[in-house]
């Protein structure tokens, strides 16, 4: 069902920059909705944030809620509705979702990104049997256990050092010669006794007999290639979502980032883009506020210069 | 009505996030927290052959993880 009335903006995606732009939209009076498929984004994940100013040592989860409450207190509305089509007529978009369809006059892309899947034998074999993707969901499962966690990122820390609280052993497998984790995550990890870094090596097969008992390395470990492991958490960087934001001729880099200027204008006239699917370079919780904020402002005087209600 | 139940754990987000869902469409449900009742976690990975978080529940059909548009079906959203 198409709803007639023309919005000011579209907010694509509920995570932070998404409530970024939610809130500065709402205190520019903008009629504005936000249309995502969940709320919360990548900071779900992330079991301690304690980088966000004003909020120490906050789950993940709770600094999402914290964000979303008060940017809905100026007026955006959010839907939990999935975006699966956007097309760009003269002066508008028509949004179409998997309920309904909206006309708007901009469109504030804050799509996020997704995991990214290691891509060896036997890991959606052993999907939820051994081999998971969130150490904050299933963690409890491995109480007195041995892990490991792949990859070198901050995240890939953070899954560690959340294993490390219920596990026997964790190793982190990570394919360089040094994790790249922030200083201040990097030294938790080091003063974690029971975590061990295999540097230099891959996994390049999960085996067991109807769950995860062992993967194969391409490297040996204590002389052997096989290393047994009761669970595998997989943390390799992720894929940023920009298929909807192609369909309307919206640039990416060489990363499939979308590209944006200083002041989150995308190439195309009326789109914005802010958080983790742009090319901004330091992907964080602040980062991604600022720039919804600076796309809802642009979008804002996008409505008040450009445009004419149809 | 559908018998809905959401097996979760207190740290897990996608568990939060189908919550979240099924209260914004009205739907009633039971949670059964899996990392504290042994038999809920027993029963969660005989039925769903696995044991991640979360699992939904309606009327018996399992669906593992925050899968939107399965459960929309079941539900008939």
Redesign the interface.
């Known amino acids: 069902m198409t709803q007639n009335n023309l919005l000011d903006t579209v907010i694509i995606g509920a995570g932070l920059a998404g409530y970024g732009a939610a809130l500065y939209a709402g205190r520019f009076k903008m009629n504005s909705v936000i249309l995502s ?4 984004g990548t900071i ?2 992330a ?1 301690i944030v304690d980088n966000y100013p004003g909020i120490p040592n906050i ?3 709770d600094l999402a809620d914290k964000i979303k409450e008060h940017a809905l207190k100026f007026g955006a509305e959010l839907k ?1 509705e ?1 975006v699966e089509n956007l097309q760009k007529e003269d002066n508008y978009f028509k949004v179409k979702t ?1 309920k309904s369809e909206y006309l708007t006059k901009t469109i504030i892309i804050a799509t996020g990104r997704e995991r990214k899947k290691l891509g060896i034998p036997g890991e959606e074999e052993f ?3 051994g081999v ?1 993707t ?1 150490a ?6 491995y109480k007195g256990k041995t892990v490991g966690v792949v990859g070198g990122s901050d995240s890939a820390a953070k899954e560690a050092l959340v294993l490390a609280e219920h596990a026997k052993k964790v190793y982190i497998i990570y394919r360089k010669d040094k994790i790249r984790a922030e200083p201040t995550l990097y030294e938790k990890v080091m003063e974690t006794s029971n975590i061990e870094i295999i540097n230099n090596t891959n996994i390049i097969q999960a085996k067991g007999d109807g769950r995860l008992s062992h993967v194969i390395l391409d490297n040996q470990y204590n002389g052997s290639e096989e290393l047994p492991l009761d669970g595998l958490f997989i943390d390799v960087g992720y894929v940023p979502l920009t298929e909807l934001a192609r369909t309307i001729g919206v640039e990416e880099n060489e990363n499939g980032e979308i590209i944006v200027d200083k002041m989150n204008c995308t190439n195309v006239r009326g789109v914005f883009a802010a958080g983790d699917v742009t090319d901004i370079e330091f992907k964080q919780a602040i980062t991604a506020v600022a720039q919804g904020s600076k796309a809802a402002y642009m979008a804002f005087k996008y409505v008040n210069t450009n445009t004419k209600p149809s | 009505m559908a018998e809905v139940i959401v097996y979760s754990t207190d740290s897990c987000p996608w568990c939060r996030k189908v919550e979240e869902y099924l209260q914004m469409n009205n739907i009633n449900f039971d949670v059964k927290k899996v990392d504290q009742d042994r038999e809920a976690a027993m029963e969660m990975v005989q039925a769903s052959g696995q044991q991640g978080v979360p699992v939904v529940s309606i009327d018996g059909k399992m669906i593992v993880g925050f899968n939107k548009a399965e459960i929309d079906k079941a539900l008939g959203l």
Do not use: P, S
């Not at chain 1, 498929?37 to 919360?40: A, E, F």
């Not at chain 1, 904050?136 to 499962?141: E, N, Q």
């Open positions: 498929r969940d709320t919360g779900n994940w079991h789950e993940g989860i939990l999935e998997d999907q939820g049997n998971h969130c904050v969901c299933d963690a409890f499962l």
